[in-house]
């Protein structure tokens, strides 16, 4: 059975940081693509980085640019969301999801519950 679990989200202040985490479990993490997605309220979901099977980084959100990073750890079947100066418009649940094979793609095979990010003073 696939899954994509996410955690790592919560409350946290202007200017902070958070580091997501997605778990993969049912398929070979090392041969897709992963990427982390959002939804804010009363917004469309959003694509923010995409990490391909190589490691190579895809910005999907030129509003992340220079605060986010995305690495995996496939022996440990994870892939993570390093979130840096951390801003309230980047309030959202943050969804990972399996792509299709090992490139980026904002079409998605599989995806996680998502985990709750609050931006907040």
């Known amino acids: 059975q696939v899954q994509l679990v996410e955690s790592g989200g919560g409350l946290v202040q202007p200017g902070g940081s958070l580091r997501l985490s997605c778990v993969a479990s049912?398929?070979?993490?090392?041969?897709?693509?992963i990427g982390w997605f959002r939804q804010a309220p009363g917004k469309e979901r959003e694509g923010v980085l995409c990490i391909d099977a190589s490691d190579k980084s895809t910005f999907y959100a030129d509003s992340v640019k220079g605060r986010f990073t995305i690495s995996r750890d496939n022996n440990k079947k994870t892939v993570y969301l390093q979130m840096n100066t951390l801003k309230p418009d980047d309030t959202a649940v943050y969804y990972c999801?399996?792509?299709?094979?090992?490139?980026?793609?904002?079409?998605?095979?599989?995806w996680g519950q998502g985990t709750q990010v609050t931006v907040s003073s």
């Open positions: 049912g398929f070979a993490l090392a041969y897709y693509a």
């Open positions: 999801a399996a792509n299709y094979g090992p490139a980026c793609s904002l079409s998605t095979r599989y």
